[in-house]
């Protein structure tokens, strides 16, 4: 049983568009972060969200977590070729030093 | 430059012949791990290291070793490699193991073995 559920598994866009992912879980995270992997390199941090309810944005990003902990969202606007990735949400779970990771968006932004 | 480094990046190898994967942080973290990475899969974790001298398992640590010796250094050690542990491999590091869990990650190693 994946821990952590990431939808759509693949989306295709065209340039401009907006588009929401999602990364769902039964249990509660004290923490949640996103990350982003290009090709042939390794994740990289865009953000973490810490309190249920919380709202970062990152330019054209926008993070959410939910009420409960349990879920989180990442919205683009007006997507652009450079957005094209690998989406990466991760949890961690209270004093567990493990971090558990979805196993990713793949997106791919048309011009 | 604060970074996550490992040698060799790719690496075809034979089974049951050993090698280490190297893996360097200069950003003073505490907190290192492996993962491996699989299409379908995602990324699991093989195994980590809360400080020097250290170690715990991860999801997927059948195969492999490790050791913290140094802070800075956590080499992954497959003593005999089998084809099914042909993947792509990352380490990477945090300040500590608690919240927020923010890591920084390695370029990957592409390990074949044949």
């Known amino acids: 049983t994946q821990l952590l559920e990431q939808s759509p598994q693949f989306l295709s866009i065209q340039e401009g568009e907006n588009l929401t992912v999602y990364c769902n879980s039964s249990s509660v995270f004290s923490s949640l972060q996103w990350y982003r992997q290009e090709p042939g390199e390794g994740p990289v941090l865009l953000v973490t969200?810490?309190?249920?309810?919380e709202v970062k944005k990152l330019k054209r990003l926008t993070f959410q977590f939910g009420d409960a902990r349990k879920d989180s969202s990442l919205h683009i606007t007006a997507a652009q070729p450079g957005d094209t990735g690998l989406y990466l949400c991760?949890?961690?779970?209270?004093?567990?030093?493990?971090?558990?990771f979805g196993k990713g968006t793949l997106l791919t932004v048309n011009p | 430059e604060a970074q996550v480094t490992q040698n060799p990046r790719y690496l075809i190898t034979v089974t049951g012949k050993k090698l280490t994967v190297t893996c360097s942080q200069n950003?003073?973290?505490?907190?290192m791990s492996w993962y491996r990475q699989d299409p379908g899969l995602g990324l699991r974790q093989i195994y980590y290291s809360m400080n020097v001298e250290v170690t715990d398992k991860g999801d997927v640590p059948e195969g492999y070793k490790v050791s913290r010796k140094e802070k800075r250094n956590f080499p992954l050690i497959l003593e005999s490699p089998s084809p099914n542990q042909t993947s792509l491999y990352f380490c990477a590091s945090s300040l500590t193991g608690g919240a927020p869990y923010e890591q920084y990650f390695g370029p990957g190693t592409r390990l074949t073995v044949t």
């Open positions: 991760a949890g961690g779970l209270g004093s567990n030093y493990k971090l558990t």
């Open positions: 950003m003073n973290h505490e907190y």
């Open positions: 969200v810490v309190t249920g309810g």
